[in-house]
């Protein structure tokens, strides 16, 4: 079994490959504070929920865009298992061309999303990860990653809007069903939604006109979605037509079997 490690900026996502099938996933909040041995118990507990033996764990594969925390997950892994874990980064062999300026400033989160959507769809594809931060990511059919685009993501909106502002009610966020809302929380729900829906698809419209203009590139683009609020946003895009919720997770298993054969 694999254990693949998605460290993201408010929350980790993890889970266990047998083969190729996912077992589970199993999401934490990343916290800069946390021992390696507070990552072990987390481990540990995590395969006694879901009732793996740890010692049928034979490899760790890492992508991370939290370098502080790095030096306890190596620890928790060493610990655990007695070796090194395996970490992506822009010069693993990931099967793509990297053509940005400086490759180093690439983050493994764009990396690997690349990596599955050009193995699950080909290209040409735009990723839309919607994570803290929302990445628009661009992959040719000749497996080329050309760069994108990085805007805010929604709870850095939630957060600056509820900080900001004293008697602004938290609010949990669900699909608008007017952009008219006539309370103060459907409002603020309705804004933020369908502001955010307008900036993803403006976004990948210009993504779209510059690679049909610029790079060539005619017929269909698939657009593929994947992070905590890609569904919400997702079905009201007039261009996302794919969700995939454990797209990171499955890059990471691409890569370690590119890489381990």
């Known amino acids: 079994m694999l254990l693949v490690v998605d460290i993201g900026n408010t929350n980790t996502v993890l889970g266990v490959y047998d083969n190729d099938n996912l077992l589970f996933r199993y999401r934490v909040a990343t916290n800069l504070k946390r021992t390696s041995d507070e990552l072990v118990a987390t481990l540990f507990n995590m395969f006694i929920i879901h009732g793996v033996n740890k010692d049928d764990i034979h490899d760790t594969i890492i992508s991370s865009v939290v370098p502080d925390i790095m030096y ?27 053509d940005y300026d400086s490759p180093r400033e690439v983050g493994a989160d764009r990396i690997v999303d690349a990596v599955a959507v ?46 900001a502002t004293a008697q602004l009610p938290k609010i949990e966020l669900r699909v608008p069903t007017t952009a008219i809302a006539t309370t103060t929380s459907e409002s603020i729900n309705a804004g933020i939604v369908y502001g955010y829906i307008g900036m993803v698809d ?53 890569i370690y079997d590119r890489i381990k054969i």
Not at 127 to 143: K, L, N, P, Q
Not at 228 to 238: D, P, T, Y
């Open 72 to 98: 306890s997950w190596q620890s928790c892994n060493r610990k655990l298992f007695g070796r090194e874990a395996l970490i992506v980064d822009y010069l693993t062999d990931t099967g793509i061309k990297i």
């Open 118 to 163: 050009y193995h699950k769809y080909g290209g040409p594809a735009i990723i839309v990860d919607m994570g803290t931060a929302i990445t628009f990511d661009v992959i040719t059919h000749d497996a080329r990653y050309l760069g994108g685009s990085i805007s805010p993501g929604i709870k850095i909106a939630q957060d600056g809007l509820f900080g």
């Open 202 to 254: 403006g976004v990948i419209g210009q993504i779209e006109k510059e690679l049909r203009e610029n790079h060539g590139i005619e017929g269909d683009i698939n657009v593929i979605a994947t992070g905590g609020f890609s569904e919400l946003i997702s079905s009201e895009s007039k261009y996302i037509n794919i969700i995939e919720p454990d797209l990171m997770l499955d890059g990471l298993r691409l």
